[in-house]
Structures are given as structure tokens and as C-alpha cells.
DNA sequence: ACAATTACCTGTATGC
DNA sequence: TGCATACAGGTAATTG
């Protein structure tokens, strides 16, 4: 699932190709994926725009275009961007269509961005949830879903003080709280349970009854892990991959998350996994003892 | 006002 | 073997 480090990989990968390129037309089969216009529309107002940069906030990728318009894409669970080509130096090197091209390494590709270049930007979707919005810089900036944002866990200015003030008081569970977008951006199932386990925290503690040095723990952990996977290229579960296809370098690093049955690398005890609100939890009950 | 639950999807895994 | 069901999960929308 493509959190902060997947969504930052991805946003370094495709800046590259996209700034400085026109958006020549744009193809979809799944128009549901892009929201508050149709489909028609969206075509009409995208064709010819030039992308000036692209950029990330939480798990949002921001492609700032001219003439005012900002395109952002949400890749939820299974969405992710993949690069093509289909011409080199101004020659065709296949007669297959793009779509078909794309299928042969991904067959999941609902959205493709044609660039004057001959670059082909793919969006693979298994599952659809992606979500495409375009509109002016003002509209998109003031979306809900952006503006009402949590902090950015890596960014300088969230020191330790800020961290305590957003988790202080919260009656949820901690691994709850660090996923809630709205409390701290960009961070989902793998990474909180990563963090949980780094800093020997039981998941379903309450934010608000951690201890100031276990609150630190989580913060040094959660900047520790996040810095790490952006470095390795984000983690690939599922199908999910790097814009040039290659899979994420902190899949192995993974300790817990999605290991239930596997031994704790720290202790050799089992990993359990339990169902919090609908979500799965991964956790060593030896070095994330529950209190109590 | 807040917290908990459901909807959105579909491939994969599991059970009978 | 085949069919039905459960499960995965980010976040908006809905319900409690």
C-alpha cells in the first residue's frame, strides 16, 4: 500500500519525467476515477496543459500544471503510477497500442498521461480506489482531504514538542491515531505497525496514557523508519512497484507487518496479529507487552 | 462533538 | 473441482 515513502519514491521518480512536459491527451477506463467532473471534461481541460512540478503532501501526489490548474491523485491501496515509453528518438518501436504495452507488465493500467516527449504515465489500479481531481491551484488547495491535513511526519519543523501537543489527549488507540491522517499525514497499516514495534509499544494502547519517554520512542522511531524506507524506495506489498517498475528496497526490512506466524527478529517470539476497528494489527506481545 | 462503522473495489485465499 | 465467502486496506461518508 503505497504510504508516505512509496508516495515520496514515486513522487522524485515522476517529477523527472512529467516537469517541463505538455500533456498531449489522456486515456481512461475506469472514468469513475476521477472526481467532482466527468471524465469528458477533465480530458478537455488536462489536453495541452504543461506540468511546471510535482510534489507530495501526505499520501497525495500534487501535479502543478499551467494556466492555474493543479491535478491531484490519491493513490489509496493499490494505485500506483508506472513510466512507459513508446518512442525513441521519434520512432515507433512497437505497433502495439499503449494500453496493450502497459498490460504485458502491469494489467491493472485504467489512466495514461501521453506527454510530448513519447513518455506514457500509467495509473494501475487493482481495486479502483484511486481518486483524480482537477481543478484551480485555489480549489484543489482548499479541498478538505488537503487542507485540514496533520503534519508531515519528516519535515523539520514537527519537532518532538509538536508531536506530543497532536497525540496528547487522544482517547484512541495509539496505532489508531498515528494512521488518522487528520492527527499526523502519510502514515498507514505497515509503517504504524513498524513504528509500534520499533519502539516496543503495544498498538492498542491509548495515545493519551503513553508516557513522555514512550512518546519519544514513537517519534524517533516513526522518523527513523519513514527516513529509511523513503531511502530504500518505499516497501512493495501486493503489487505494487516503483514508477520504473522495480519493487521497494524496505520490503526486507519489514519486521512485523504482514509476518503473523514468523518469529520476531528481536526476541524469536511469534508474531500475532489482531483485528483493530476493522483493521489488522501486527505486533510482538513479548517486546509490545499489552499492560496489564 | 466525537468515535465507531461502512462503502468503495476486486484479486487472492480459504472453506465446504 | 467448483462455488461461495472472507479478507485486504485509505479515507470519505455514514451511523451511532
Redesign the pocket.
Known sequence: ?P?LPEVETTVVSIRQHLRGRRILKVWCDAP?LVRRSSFSVFSRQIRGARVLDVTRR??NILIFLDRDRLLLV?Q???GHFLIGKWRVRGRRVTPLSPKVLFDRVNGYIHLIFYLDDGTMLGLSD????AKVILGSRHEILAL??LADLGPEPLHKSFTFAQFYKTLEG???KVK?VL?D?YVIAGI???YADEILWAAKIYPARPAGSLTLSELKKIYKAMRRILKEAVRLGGTSVGDYRTPSGKEGGYASRRAVYGREGEKCPRCGTVIR?I?M????AHFCETCQRAPL
Do not use: Y
Open positions: 500500500m504510504e469513475k501526505a499520501k490519491h489509496k491501496m493499490t487493482l481495486r479502483k480506489f478538505p482531504e487522544q482517547k484512541r489508531q494512521m491522517p498507514g497499516n505497515i496479529r483485528t476497528g476493522g483493521r489488522s
